[in-house]
Structures are given as structure tokens and as C-alpha cells.
């Protein structure tokens, strides 16, 4: 009952505001949701549970620049506002944090589990761009992205310099934006729809409006995303062990069953193990015994997803 009411509560704080100013926070999302966006196409309300989410993570961004003024830092420009008006270009950063004359620009990001344990060498693309955008606004030529583990508190630190071609990149970005305003267009999907940047955008709905799910003509869209290549190594990996296992798992369980028969048992004992032959019931639909017409009237199709990763020659 208090579970269900806080996330009540929560969504209720939820409020669709009219888009003003592009927000650096956002260079990392997709193009064609920040047109959405800009031209104030219905959009998925944010959920309770969303709500708690953003408000843990501004706790965890309080702590943390708390903890650094405790472990001797100096931090200053905490949460000072940026804007650019040639490119009508909002954000604000953590702030900087300063120690022995060297001014880090910082960025804190609070991340689950999951997320923690994949950082390697590299930070989250997003978080790279974003931080470039902070040190060009401030004319800082470094910065730290500080990763908190919000299940166990452990943290990473990247030490970011800025790079001024990306920059570029990414100005060009709120350019095309703008472009498509102009033109009354949006650009093209850049993700299928079981992407988890489609499966979490609250313009889902209006952007595949009318557009079959499963089809094989998307976009290919190419990333050098060090995450997204260990993850496909990996499923890789372990699809192709997952049927040698199963493989192996028949083979051992004809052998098992052969060795009960042999002893002429259904239950054998062997050393710390018992080997034990059950039966067990299962319902079932005996086809033969439905008229046929009435079969084909409840027999249908549905599409499901499914996927597919193979390694291709570079």
C-alpha cells in the first residue's frame, strides 16, 4: 500500500513542459525524438518509478560533491548555469573541481550495477560528448567523469581531455536539428525498434506509428561502442556454448538412462548422487479431436522478436 501510493506520488510530479532552448544534457539522445521533441509531438508521460529514479540521482550528485569538499577539494562553479545564445544551447555543470592549480571540469553520473560493471577503459560515449560541451562552454581543456555505483557505492573516475573535432560534431548535431524544424522534416530512424533507446523513448508511439515491428530493412547503423562490442562477443561466446552444453546434457542423460536400465531400477544411488527417473503430467491440446473448421478459425499468427548476432569479416 505505501509502496504503490510513493510511486503515485511520484508520477504525479511529473509535468510536459513546451521545449525552449537545446540542452547540452541531451546531445547524446537521437536526433529524431529532439525534433519530436522541439516540435511538441505527444510524448509517453514519465513514469513513477522514472521520477524516483532522476530524484535518487540528484541525491547521489549532492553526496558526491559533499564528499569531495570532505576529502579535501576544492570545488567551485557548482551547478552554474551555461548558455549560448547562437545556438540557443542551455545546460549546467556539476561544477570544478580544483587541486594543487589543476581545474578539472566534473561530471557526475550515478549508474546501476549492470552499467558500472561494463565501464572498462572508456566512459559511455553520451558522457563524453557531454562533458566536451561543458569544457568548451568553460574553456577548460580537462575534465573527470565520476561514476557511482548506486547499488554498492564503489566509484570510477575518467580523466577526459577536451576534444575539439568532436565539438564540432556535436554543434553540427543542433544544427541538423534546427534544419529539420525549418524543412517540417525528421531524420531517419537510427536505432530498430527493439533498440533500448526505442523500448525506453516517449515517442515511441508516434515514431512507428503505421511502421511493421520485425522487419529486416532497418538502418544499419555502425558504432565502435566498446559495450556494445564485448556484449556481442560475449552472447556470441556463450550461444555457441549453450549448445555444446545442451548437446553434452543429452548425451550424459541417454547414458544415465542407460545405467538405470541396466540396474534394472528407477532409482539408483551412485556415491553423493541419487539418479532418479520421474514421471511427470503436462497438459495438452489433442488437435485430432477439434474439428477441423473450428481449428482454422483459432489458429493464427503473431511475430515475435528474435536476435540475431554474426560476426562479420572487417
Excluded at 580544483?98 to 577503459?121: A, M, P, T, V, Y
Excluded at 562533458?131 to 577526459?160: D, H
Excluded at 529539420?180 to 515514431?207: E, M, N
Aim: charged share 35%; proline share 3%; with cysteine.
Amino acid at each position: 500500500m505505501i509502496a504503490e501510493k510513493i510511486v503515485e506520488s511520484a508520477a504525479s510530479e511529473y509535468q510536459s513542459s513546451i521545449k525552449k532552448y537545446h540542452r547540452m544534457s541531451e546531445i547524446g539522445k537521437c536526433e529524431r525524438a529532439l525534433v519530436y521533441d522541439w516540435r511538441g509531438e505527444e510524448k509517453e508521460p514519465i513514469s513513477g518509478r522514472g521520477m524516483l529514479i532522476f530524484n535518487d540521482g540528484d541525491m547521489h550528485h549532492r553526496d558526491i560533491r559533499d564528499r569531495i569538499r570532505k576529502a579535501g577539494f576544492e570545488l567551485v562553479e557548482e551547478e552554474r548555469e551555461l548558455y549560448d545564445p547562437n545556438w540557443n544551447l542551455s545546460g549546467h555543470i556539476d561544477g570544478i573541481v580544483c587541486n594543487n592549480g589543476d581545474r578539472l571540469l566534473l561530471e557526475i553520473k550515478s549508474i546501476n550495477h549492470f552499467q558500472f560493471e561494463r565501464l572498462n577503459s572508456n566512459p559511455l560515449e553520451d558522457h563524453i560528448q557531454q562533458i566536451n560541451l561543458y569544457m568548451f562552454y568553460r574553456n577548460i581543456p580537462r575534465g573527470v567523469i565520476l561514476y557511482k555505483n548506486k547499488n554498492t557505492a564503489a566509484m570510477k573516475e575518467f580523466i577526459i581531455e577536451r576534444d575539439e573535432n568532436l565539438i564540432q560534431e556535436l554543434l553540427a548535431k543542433f544544427e541538423r536539428i534546427d534544419s529539420h524544424l525549418k524543412a517540417g522534416t525528421v531524420p531517419d530512424r537510427p536505432y530498430p525498434k527493439s533498440d533500448w533507446h526505442c523500448q525506453y523513448c516517449q515517442f515511441q508511439k508516434i515514431c512507428w506509428a503505421g511502421v511493421k515491428e520485425g522487419r529486416t530493412g532497418d538502418k544499419l547503423v555502425k558504432t565502435d561502442d566498446p559495450a556494445v562490442i564485448e556484449t556481442a562477443d560475449e552472447y556470441k561466446r556463450l550461444s555457441k556454448e549453450k549448445k555444446e552444453a545442451e548437446d553434452r546434457l543429452k548425451l550424459l542423460k541417454e547414458s544415465l538412462e542407460g545405467s538405470l536400465s541396466a540396474y534394472h531400477t528407477g532409482a539408483l544411488r551412485a556415491g553423493r548422487f541419487i539418479v532418479r527417473s520421474l514421471n511427470r503430467k503436462r497438459e495438452k491440446i489433442d488437435k485430432n479431436l477439434i474439428p477441423k473448421d473450428i481449428l482454422k478459425e483459432a489458429t493464427g499468427t503473431s511475430e515475435y522478436s528474435c536476435l540475431e548476432v554474426r560476426e562479420v569479416k572487417t
